[in-house]
């Protein structure tokens, strides 16, 4: 398959995922409140669940999460819980473990959407593989929305808007431009 931009740039799809996962960016989810379910791409299957076959599959229970290191699965399964209550921006770092038995960090971004009521319907984000740049200490959660003067804080907020917006009957080639988009917002991000 191949990707055509506006201004003529093209690639092998095969090119722009070996792209993104050279940048640390691993995964995308999408947790949908309503029905229960989580739906992952094969990066994100295969470090928070173990089985990339899972991938966009409907994932529900422990088995959404089953990869996620066990000191980490209490304490992440409450902060998800927060975050989707409250909206708005979902962000926490937290340990997984690889099918070899070695630990990654990862650094899990995306944003929860609230009905007109205030109930969560539906949260979107990707993961990060932080383990390169971790120095060592305790895991950290940031439970206060980040300065939104910070340019690319903002550019990643409205890109997880965008990707939402343009919905499952986008056309392929602009999905995949978003799905950059929102990569390359979260590597440099990751980079910080």
């Known amino acids: 398959m191949r990707v055509n931009a506006i201004d003529g740039f093209s690639n092998d799809l095969e090119d722009l995922h070996a792209s993104l996962e050279a940048s640390c960016v691993v995964g995308t989810w999408d947790w949908d409140h309503v029905r229960g379910v989580v739906t992952y791409d094969e990066g994100a299957a295969q470090l928070l669940t173990g089985d990339p076959e899972l991938a966009d599959r409907e994932i529900s229970g422990a088995a959404a999460a089953s990869a996620v290191h066990p000191m980490d699965q209490e304490w992440l399964a409450e902060h998800m819980r927060r975050a989707a ?36 319907l539906r949260s979107r ?8 740049i971790r120095d060592g200490g305790e895991r950290y959660i940031l439970n206060q929305a980040p300065k939104l003067h910070d340019p690319l804080i903002r550019a990643a907020n409205l890109a997880l808007s965008l990707k939402e917006t343009l919905g499952t009957d986008a056309p392929s080639d602009v999905k995949i431009l978003a799905d950059l988009l929102l990569f390359s917002l979260g590597r440099a991000l990751g980079q910080r």
């Open 125 to 132: 984000g990707i993961l990060i593989d932080i383990t390169e």
């Open 85 to 120: 209550k409250a909206g708005g921006l979902v962000l926490a770092e937290y340990r997984v473990l690889a099918a070899n038995g070695s630990v990654r960090w990862l650094l899990n971004r995306g944003r929860t959407h609230l009905d007109d009521v205030g109930r969560p």
